[in-house]
């Protein structure tokens, strides 16, 4: 596995839960998933002797974390297998180009233009603006490297404190909602998919997936379908995520995808027959994929550093409901931000499920009376 993160940890759970056994390669000392590995290689993605360390004992290698550079995995692909192939992984690096392939199979994409210089800002508000966002093409993630901007002189000091670096500049949505896909797509190119979850942001950073998402049946059907068109066109091996906005006219947008299991399937792990963590595990091994199918209504609830300001969270009232399942990834230090952990109020199918996690979360607040 390259990258040692949660989604590591927790692939490695389901991994050795199957008998296999499991090793890390991340730079960090105190890596969740390297924690837990039969073997943690602490050291950069690029050191050689690591990568053939890696290739030496592993029959098949992984990732967890898509800014692993494209040319380790295509120089690891000469001597290993490496699912997904560094071919995807290298398009979901950039948001331009991933943006650029969605369209390519006829996906609707939010409106955007790429940014390298002070003329491209201007262009952009000529052609798209006033209301967009600034992110940088590599690197961002739970909103990181993102500022919303309203005009091209905004923009320009917005680009110049990201380092000048290469962005890309997009219409701001009028969101009525947001879904993912999660699917697991095997060597063979036998699919297998998740039910479509609806999530919510707050700063950028996922809040709460929950499933059955609430929206129609043809938009479901129509993410499904674009989600397919992506893993087919890539010959893709292993989870793929895909993120869309819908607007308040009820149309969708691709916004992008995620070459690895997502936040947004954390809730396969305890309302799905098959956990995304396992199907990564029977797609990338060559075993055929377990049932995708949703036995529970569910959201979950990211348990994010924040609240760890006035201390350890409440985690009594989460404990103690036996409809709710508790996940934290060990980390050592919460910083706000930071996921620390996750948690899915189940319920029977039929019933809602966000009020209940609200409720909860606002419980794990150590101040709560
Ligand atoms: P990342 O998840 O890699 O940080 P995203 O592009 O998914 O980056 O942005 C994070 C969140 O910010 C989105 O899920 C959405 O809530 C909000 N957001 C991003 N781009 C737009 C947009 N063009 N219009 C409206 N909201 C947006
Ligand atoms: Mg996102």
């Known amino acids: 596995m390259l990258g ?25 000392p105190s890596s969740p998933a390297g924690e837990i590995a039969h073997l943690h290689l602490q050291a950069d993605y690029e050191d050689k002797q690591a990568l053939s360390k890696l290739v030496k004992e592993c029959a098949v290698i992984t990732t967890e974390f898509e800014n692993v550079p494209a040319e380790v995995l295509e120089h690891l692909q000469n001597d ?33 233009h790429p940014v390298c ?21 590599r690197f961002g993630y739970d909103g990181k490297g993102q500022v ?21 500049l ?22 297998s998919y998740f039910e479509i979850a609806e999530n919510i942001h707050r700063k950028g950073i996922l809040f709460t997936s929950t499933v059955p998402a609430h929206v129609d049946e ?7 379908h674009h989600a397919q068109k992506i893993a087919e066109d ?68 990211n348990i994010l550093g924040d609240l760890w300001q006035e201390g350890e969270p409440r985690w009594c009232d989460i404990i103690d409901d036996p409809h709710v399942k508790l ?9 706000p931000g930071r996921k620390m952990g996750h948690f899915c109020v189940l319920a029977p199918p039929g019933e809602d499920t966000l009020v209940q996690a609200e409720r909860m979360y606002s419980r794990l607040q150590p101040k709560f009376e």
Not at 150 to 164: R, T
Not at 218 to 224: F, G, P
């Open 148 to 168: 919303v901007v309203k005009n091209a002189e905004q923009a320009i000091q917005a680009w110049k404190d990201l380092g000048a670096v290469e962005c890309i």
């Open 80 to 112: 290993c297998r490496v699912y997904p192939a560094a071919g995807a992984v290298g398009i979901a690096q950039s948001r331009i180009r991933e943006k650029r392939f969605a369209q390519s199979l006829g996906i609707p994409c939010t409106a955007y």
């Open 327 to 335: 996940h934290l990834y060990g980390k050592q230090q919460a910083r």
């Open 234 to 301: 890539l010959n893709y091996c292993g989870v793929l995520a895909t993120e869309y906005f819908i607007d308040r006219n009820n149309d969708l947008y691709f916004n992008e995808m995620a070459p690895r299991t997502h936040n947004s399937g954390h809730y396969t792990i305890d309302a799905c027959y098959t956990s995304q963590f396992e199907q990564q595990v029977r797609a990338i091994c060559g075993l055929s994929l377990g049932s995708a199918v949703t036995h529970s209504a569910v959201t979950m609830v």
């Open 218 to 224: 043809a938009t479901r059907q129509l993410a499904r």
């Open 4 to 28: 040692g993160g949660q989604l590591g940890r927790m692939f490695t759970h389901a991994a050795t839960a199957m008998g296999y056994r499991v090793a890390v390669l991340d730079p960090s």
């Open 170 to 191: 997009e219409k701001v949505i009028d969101l009525q909602t947001e879904i993912s896909s999660v699917l697991a797509r095997s060597s063979t190119g036998e699919i």
């Open 117 to 137: 210089s002070k003329q491209d800002i201007e262009q952009a508000f000529k052609e798209i603006g006033p209301d967009l966002i600034l992110k940088t093409d």
